[in-house]
Each structure stands twice: as structure tokens, then as C-alpha cells.
């Protein structure tokens, strides 16, 4: 059964640079969510959806950030244009929707995104 | 806001040796997670946790839940070296998803 599959596993671009990560979730997994990790700031949830339709943005950082679900089996977050402190591990994730939260979120391997 | 705070972040022990890792958090909840996360790697669910007096045990690590108290303890018994990771709790609000994470507890275990 194949993970959450997250594109590219390294990304190191200059700013300035649009940035584009992916994110395929777990087949029927209909709940999906990208989070960024940061020594200072921890895990943070940045946006997710329910069914492809996005629920929560609250996170993102600024409207640089965008992020998008055209379909169940995939999501894109674009950073543009990116700058340094946009450095972080970018990781998503996915769940089955409903039932009572009895399903953990499974966490793709995430992408290193390094901005110099 | 949601304030989740795990105790101690920062953990170094002896092989064979017990501990607990703590996790409080500020508002009414009945779920909650623990991941596991290896430097560089992904995070790994470990235990959920979904009502009041909620144990769960799998090997070495023994997970509870004390909603009145807003208290969740991670139990490490008899450490081994393999256990040596980050270990994040996550309160639930919303059904599985809306997330909030602890700082995260690095465990180290030494021979």
C-alpha cells in the first residue's frame, strides 16, 4: 500500500523563484493537509482539505502561498515569489474523512526546500 | 488558541532505564496523538488516542489520556537505543484535523 508520495524530496532555488511542491495522498483518502517544520516554529498546519475543497487556510503564511487540489489524488503547494525564511521542510498528509478522529494523519516523507 | 506543551524537549537516558514524556494542552479535547519522527524522516503515527482514560500500549511505549486534566503521558519502559527519536503529541479539535502540535521531546538513549 503505497504512502503519501510528496515531489520533489529536495528543492534549492533562489529567491525570487516560484516554487511548486506535490503531493499525491493515500488512495481514499479524502482529507489532506500541508503542514512546514521549522526549528523555530515547529509543525504548523498550513491549509487542508476535505474532498478537495480547501477548509482551513489560516495557517498560510501570506499570499504568497497558494495551494490547490484540482482532484482526490492530487495537490500542489506554489510558493512565488519564494524568499530565504520560506526554508523549511514542507511535509503533507492524509486521512479518510469523517468517522470519530480514529484515524491518525499518515505524513508523506516531505520535500527540503532550501532558498538561498 | 490551542496551546500544546510537551515536557521535557529534551531527554538523554541510560539503555534499560524508565521514563515519561509529558504533553498538556490548554483547551477541551478527547483526541490526541503521538508521532514518531527520525532525524531527517517523516513522522510516524504511534498511538490515538480518542476518550478519557484511553491507554494503549505497543512494545516499550505506553500511551494515556487524561481529558479532565488535559494531561497525556508517553511511557518509555526499559529504554533501548532503537527508541532514540523525536516524539510529538498532537491535540485534535476538530475530528482529525485540525492538528496541533507539541514542540516535540528528543529522546536520546545511550548504550
Known amino acids: 500500500d503505497a504512502g503519501v508520495i510528496q515531489s520533489p524530496r529536495h528543492e534549492v532555488t533562489e529567491m525570487g523563484q516560484e516554487v511548486t511542491l506535490r503531493c499525491k495522498p493515500i488512495?481514499?483518502?479524502?482529507?489532506l493537509f500541508w503542514y512546514r517544520q521549522t526549528m523555530m516554529r515547529g509543525l504548523e498546519l498550513l491549509i487542508y482539505f476535505n474532498n478537495n475543497v480547501p477548509i482551513d487556510d489560516s495557517g498560510m503564511p501570506e499570499d504568497r502561498f497558494s495551494a490547490k487540489m484540482p482532484n482526490a489524488s492530487f495537490s500542489t503547494l506554489k510558493i512565488q515569489p519564494s524568499e530565504p525564511r520560506d526554508s523549511a521542510v514542507y511535509f503533507c498528509a492524509s486521512r479518510p474523512l469523517g468517522g470519530k478522529g480514529n484515524q491518525p494523519q499518515h505524513f508523506g516523507d516531505g520535500t527540503r526546500l532550501s532558498i538561498l | 488558541e490551542l496551546k500544546v506543551e510537551q515536557n521535557p524537549l529534551f531527554l538523554s537516558m541510560q539503555e534499560g532505564k524508565n521514563y515519561t514524556i509529558y504533553c498538556n494542552y490548554s483547551?477541551?479535547?478527547?483526541?490526541l496523538y503521538w508521532y514518531r519522527q527520525d532525524p531527517g524522516k517523516s513522522l510516524e503515527s504511534l498511538f490515538v488516542?480518542?476518550?478519557?482514560?484511553a491507554v494503549k500500549q505497543e512494545g516499550r511505549l505506553m500511551a494515556s489520556l487524561d481529558t479532565k486534566a488535559r494531561l497525556s503521558t508517553l511511557h518509555i519502559t526499559a529504554a533501548v537505543h532503537d527508541l532514540s527519536a523525536t516524539y510529538f503529541c498532537a491535540v485534535d479539535v476538530a475530528s482529525g484535523s485540525r492538528l496541533t502540535f507539541g514542540e516535540g521531546t528528543q529522546l536520546t538513549v545511550n548504550p
Open positions: 483547551t477541551t479535547s478527547d483526541r
Open positions: 488512495s481514499g483518502h479524502n482529507s
Open positions: 488516542l480518542l476518550s478519557n482514560g
